[in-house]
């Protein structure tokens, strides 16, 4: 997805009392701003210069356009002089895009030989920022404050973060998500309150019986399955079994017959994602495994056996990481290493891992499953490549979602792993397995996740601030008793 074509507003407060000469100046420097964050490479969005704004009538109007403006996805507030808060209540009140307080300045140094109280009435965002803050927090409205000179590289940082988190909450803004079946029968964590979800989050979850699906399916036509096949073959290191011509190739074209009949039905239906659950599977020969695969490949969101938040929390993630190095995919905490001064998790799923986290060319294989009672899906093999990662989850708690992150580190394979046949990663949790573990546990997040190789737990943290749902981070510095006592007062907080 190109980011580009989401905007976030650059506005700039101030008021009438110092005259029209120092008002110019102010809308000068605040283009000049707003046009060097636009051609930053390192923001994603347009950035967009908004006319200052100076009366409680024109904030009111300002917040007013941003909510109905389809591609602007926040904006930007920065108080380059002092722009009394009250007359900001009503456009606040109102404001339903996220917003990110700029506390900067024009100048990076004080002119230290010409310094005059001209420039001091000029140069007042110190205190004119504060002012603004003071309003935010007495309306207890969560944003984030970025402080810094606007052309240092760790304030386009963080502003970076804040628009990809922005453009994240914005795709969720009235998505669809379909569930193929329920979720797999007496799993607790997958469950979730799906009205409250629509509420909080601002999409949508709702069910297909696999037969709607199946008819897709049937009806795809040889000829576009021929196509997929030499797709399949041109992209992967093909099984010898699975070639033209060799005994398992019908299994093969029986894959992209379900692949092209699940990407038409989620086209046809626009949506952005969707999970599926293998005790449901009636009329299917397999379950769908490169199909999955590949499906996350192109964007859309997935979670297995009914967990549609995973699904919609991996689509977000993966609009968040557009563009970036690296991928986002479904995950599921699978099996350990428990080695003494070398423990590990292997992370992986049945079949559906995201082909987008692959390190080089995966394999295309076909396997036994073992469960479901299916004929032997065919599925992408490889491994991950090593690096900073994370993995999130969203849990529904009954009063309140939160979204649980727990940075890792994910090492290169050491074993070649040659009878596991499914796409796997192997990570270190931080601070360490014994801590990250059992804090992730405390806090009841679950076997399911978005594996992130190229967000942070920046961009997830403002992602929840946005949704306004709490956010709880294990990483290098989490110490557990502090953890769980951050999860306690969390308790109170939401109550
Ligand atoms: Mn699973």
């Not at 230290?112 to 803050?133: C, K, P, V, Y």
């Not at 297909?208 to 196509?227: E, F, P, Q, R, Y």
């Not at 806090?443 to 992130?452: E, F």
Request: glycine residues 10%; negative net charge; proline residues 4%.
């Amino acid at each position: 997805m190109d980011l580009k074509k989401f905007e976030v507003w650059f506005v700039t407060g101030s008021q009438h009392l110092y005259g029209e000469e120092t008002l110019k100046q102010v809308a000068e420097h605040s283009k000049t701003i707003a046009k060097s964050l636009n051609d930053s490479p390192q923001i994603p969005v347009k950035v967009v210069f908004r006319p200052t704004v100076k009366s409680p009538e024109e904030i009111y109007a300002a917040c007013q356009e941003a909510n109905t403006a389809p591609n602007c996805i926040g904006i930007i507030a920065w108080m380059h002089t002092f722009s009394p808060a009250k007359m900001w209540i009503g456009g606040l009140r109102i404001l339903q895009k996220p917003i990110v307080h700029l506390h900067t300045q024009f100048n990076r140094d004080i002119p230290w030989d010409t310094i005059d109280m001209d420039f001091m009435n000029l140069n007042q965002s110190a205190h004119g920022d504060r002012e603004f803050g003071f309003m935010m927090t007495r309306m207890r409205l969560d944003r984030k404050v970025v402080t810094g000179h606007w052309q240092d590289a760790e304030t386009l940082g963080q502003l970076n973060a804040w628009a990809r988190a922005a453009a994240g909450w914005n795709d969720w803004q009235g998505a669809r998500f379909v569930r193929f079946g329920d979720n797999m029968r007496y799993v607790a964590v997958t469950e979730g309150d799906k009205v409250e979800a629509e509420l909080k989050f601002g999409y949508s979850v709702n069910t297909h019986g696999v037969g709607d699906l199946v008819k897709v399916i049937n009806s795809v036509t040889d000829k576009s399955i021929d196509t997929l096949v030499e797709e399949y073959a041109d992209s992967y290191t093909l099984a010898a079994s699975l070639h033209k011509g060799k005994d398992r190739h019908k299994d093969l074209r029986e894959a992209a017959r379900i692949e092209l009949g699940m990407r038409s039905f989620l086209e046809d239906g626009n949506y952005k994602g969707y999970t599926d659950t293998f005790e449901d599977l009636h009329g299917m020969a397999q379950l769908p495994g490169i199909a999955s695969q590949r499906l996350m490949g192109s964007g859309y969101g997935f979670g297995g056996e009914g967990d549609w938040k995973t699904a919609a929390l991996v689509r977000a993630m993966k609009v968040m990481g557009s563009g970036l190095p690296g991928g986002n995919s479904f995950m599921e905490d699978y099996t350990y290493h428990f080695e003494p001064g070398n423990n590990l998790v292997l992370g992986a799923h049945m079949l559906e891992i995201c082909e987008s986290i692959a390190d080089g060319k995966p394999s295309c294989e076909i396997h036994p499953l073992g469960i479901g009672g299916k004929a032997d899906p065919v599925r992408l093999v490889f491994n991950s490549a090593a690096g900073p990662a994370l993995n999130a989850s969203i849990v529904d708690m009954g009063n309140r979602f939160r979204l649980l992150v727990n940075e890792v580190e994910a090492i290169a394979p050491t074993h070649a792993l040659p009878k596991l046949p499914v796409a796997r990663v192997l990570w270190k949790p931080y601070p360490d397995m014994k801590t990250g573990c059992s804090a992730w546990i405390q806090a009841g997040g679950a076997h399911h996740t978005g594996y992130s190789q190229n967000l942070t737990s920046e961009h997830m943290r403002d992602f929840a601030d946005m949704a306004g749902i709490e956010f709880a981070l294990i990483g290098k510095r989490t110490d557990l008793y502090q953890f769980r006592n951050e999860l306690r007062w969390n308790e109170a907080y939401y109550r």
